[in-house]
T-cell receptor, first 114, second 109 residues
Framework: GAGVSQTPSNKVTEKGKYVELRCDPI?????LYWYRQSLGQGPEFLIY????????DSGLPNDRFFAVRPEGSVSTLKIQRTERGDSAVYLC????????????FGPGTRLTVT | EDQVTQSPEALRLQEGESSSLNCSYT??????LFWYRQDPGKGPEFLFT???AGEEKEKERLKATLTKKESFLHITAPKPEDSATYLC??????????FGTGTSLTVIP
């Protein structure tokens, strides 16, 4: 079946602009995660959804970052007033049920803030 | 402080030359340890989950083991297609997820 998909694959934006990154998880997966990965680093946890609700948003760096998953499937990561330091690859992953299971990652969205 | 450390940062092997990658962790409580493979420009690909010390998992030329302080990913007779970055991650009892910085493996034909 289809894996996790993310759109866009690349996004270039100017400093101060607003961006939305979309994630389509594997069908039937109830858990969804967002990570941020900088060059040469491992993924950094941002937020975890179980169903429609954010079970853990402790990784969001500040209040410019927000994520939603209104129907328990597709999720959108929203970044306001982007800064150059936000440039990274944003990865989404989904998991069959809860946080105990392995996560299946999408290809990521490469965000560049100029 | 919860922490995951992988070593070496980079490893070059001749085809057929077996070796091991290390993942050491310091966490308040471990719920699971995960190994992933990541190719350039792609998201991590799941390999193994280990839950308790003494557990072992195998897949083709890869074998993952777990102790109370670290995990090893053993690569037996690697091939050039095994070249990738291998990432280790832990889930804590507090439901926090931490990744290491990875080991970049290059297998030379």
């Amino acid at each position: 079946g289809a894996g996790v998909s993310q759109t866009p694959s690349n996004k270039v934006t100017e400093k101060g602009k607003y961006v939305e990154l979309r994630c389509d998880p594997i069908s039937g997966h109830t858990a969804l995660y967002w990570y941020r990965q900088s060059l040469g680093q491992g993924p950094e946890f941002l937020i975890y959804f179980q169903g429609t609700g954010a079970a853990d948003d402790s990784g969001l760096p500040n209040d410019r970052f927000f994520a939603v998953r209104p129907e328990g499937s597709v999720s959108t990561l929203k970044i306001q007033r982007t800064e150059r330091g936000d440039s990274a690859v944003y990865l989404c992953a989904s998991s069959p049920s809860g946080a105990a299971y392995e996560q299946y990652f999408g290809p990521g969205t490469r965000l560049t803030v100029t | 402080e919860d922490q995951v450390t992988q070593s070496p940062e980079a490893l070059r092997l001749q085809e057929g030359e077996s070796s091991s990658l290390n993942c050491s962790y310091t966490v308040s409580g471990l719920r699971g340890l995960f190994w992933y493979r990541q190719d350039p420009g792609k998201g991590p690909e799941f390999l193994f989950t280990l839950y308790s010390a003494g557990e072992e998992k195998e897949k083709e030329r890869l074998k993952a083991t777990l102790t109370k302080k670290e995990s090893f990913l053993h690569i037996t007779a690697p091939k050039p297609e095994d070249s990738a970055t291998y990432l280790c991650a832990v889930r804590t009892t507090g439901n926090q997820f931490y990744f290491g910085t990875g080991t970049s493996l290059t297998v030379i034909p």
